[in-house]
């Protein structure tokens, strides 16, 4: 199911219901290099506390480290993760 998105009156275009609310929790437009995560991987929730904004290196990090977990694989240097980022997995990972 694809990313829900609002029209911008302002721009006249389509933009992804995501970025829009995380933009506006940071009281600011999303920078360049800077991607919008879901932290319960559900694409359709876009509620503010499931959303982190991170830079597009600690985006492909997380992603890979969650997908190891979820494939049953250790989760490699989870003491590595700094504690900003412990945000962005689901709960049960570091149970």
Known sequence: MPYPQVYNRKTKRMEYLHRVVAAKQLGRALEPGEVVHHINGDKQDARPENLAVLRVGEHSWVEWLIRRW??????????????????????????
């Not at 490699?76 to 049960?92: G, V």
């Open 70 to 95: 979820r494939r049953g694989q250790p989760l490699l240097l989870s003491d590595a993760i700094p504690e900003n980022l412990k945000t962005c997995f689901p709960d049960s990972v570091f149970t």
